[in-house]
């Protein structure tokens, strides 16, 4: 239980009201249930709620001994003042927070260098210890040429302590490991319980090459965090298919049959595979981490991943915990 608890992260993106509101005590409390529980790494981003989430973590952590956590903030998206947001929501990308700033694509040297600085004084630390390259899809040529050597130049320097890419796909991935210096890659959605698409190339390839995967998006969206699977539960970041939501309630039948529940078998899922290292967990409420992090106390007995097999819900080739 203490090793895979050292393993998780917290992602910080419900900190910046992602969808709903959270109070600063409400986001307050759940850093502090991490800490307690064992939690020391922790993830977040300037896109995740316009900077809130990287204001509300840096004033949880400042009274933490700095040698005991780990951070990580991505750059890619420049926070620039949007005098047409007054009076408005920053709804366009799901957070609930007042749009008085607007996203600006910036994968530069400049901008990477500029998005950095105002990270850290939004956390109120002085470095970093990993950043992620955030969602540059649309931006190969100059997240590759530009921003990798630059945080790499910072890397050398001891200005940051490692540099990565953070995608919700797997291929850029790969190309990034194959490519370029990475020390790690943050992979959302795309290797959990009920989907392992980066499992044939990106993970052999992390493993030969000694770069840490950091799992994410283990519920996808919202459809594995509950045993008892909604007809209007979500995918992906948008509402499940029909035949998404079967295959998650079949799942679940047999976890139940098992004794453990479908969020336990996802959060434990992705440590089976050696390249993964750790796994980011996100929670709205400090109770709601709680659970999250009570799920670890058992693990799923070994007959769970073999009956998921017999079933057709995973394939034969699939490492499992």
């Not at 709903?20 to 409390?29: C, F, G, L, Q």
């Not at 933490?64 to 709804?91: H, I, M, Q, W, Y």
């Amino acid at each position: 239980m203490a090793d895979i608890v050292s393993r998780l992260g917290l992602g910080t993106s419900p900190l910046g009201n992602l969808y709903t509101e959270v109070t600063d005590r409400e986001a307050r409390a759940v850093v502090d249930a991490a800490w307690e529980a064992g939690i020391r790494i922790f993830d977040t981003a300037p896109h995740y709620g316009l900077g809130l989430s990287e204001r509300r973590l840096g004033a949880a952590l400042k009274d933490r001994p700095r040698e005991e956590f780990v951070v990580s903030t991505k750059v890619g998206r420049l926070l620039v003042p949007n005098p047409d947001g007054a009076g408005r929501l920053d709804d366009g990308d799901s957070f609930a927070v007042p749009a008085i700033w607007r996203r600006e694509w910036d994968f530069s040297a400049d901008g990477v260098r500029r998005s950095l600085e105002s990270s850290l004084d939004r956390l109120g630390l002085d470095r970093v210890d990993v950043v992620y390259l955030h969602d540059p899809d649309d931006h190969w040529e100059q997240a590759a040429g530009e921003a990798i050597p630059l945080l790499a130049e910072l890397r050398e320097q001891g200005v940051i302590g490692s540099i990565g890419a953070g995608m919700n796909q797997w291929q850029m991935l790969a190309k990034f490991v194959c490519e370029s210096d990475v020390d790690s890659v943050l992979l959302a959605g795309r290797y959990t319980l009920l989907e392992q698409s980066a499992l044939a190339e990106l993970l052999p390839l992390c493993a030969e090459r000694g770069v840490d995967v950091l799992a994410a998006g283990l519920f996808n969206s919202g459809l594995l965090a509950r045993h008892e699977v909604p007809d209007d539960a979500h995918y992906d970041y948008r509402t499940a298919p029909a035949d998404v939501v079967d295959r998650a309630r079949r799942i679940a039948a047999v976890c139940a049959r098992h004794d453990t529940t479908l969020p336990a078998a996802a959060l434990w899922f992705p440590f089976g595979h050696p390249a993964v290292t750790g796994a980011l967990i996100g929670a709205r409420t400090a109770a709601e981490l709680r659970a999250n992090v009570a799920a670890f106390a058992a693990p799923p007995p070994p007959g769970l991943w073999a009956d998921l097999r017999d079933e057709g819900l995973l394939e034969a080739g699939v490492p499992t915990p």
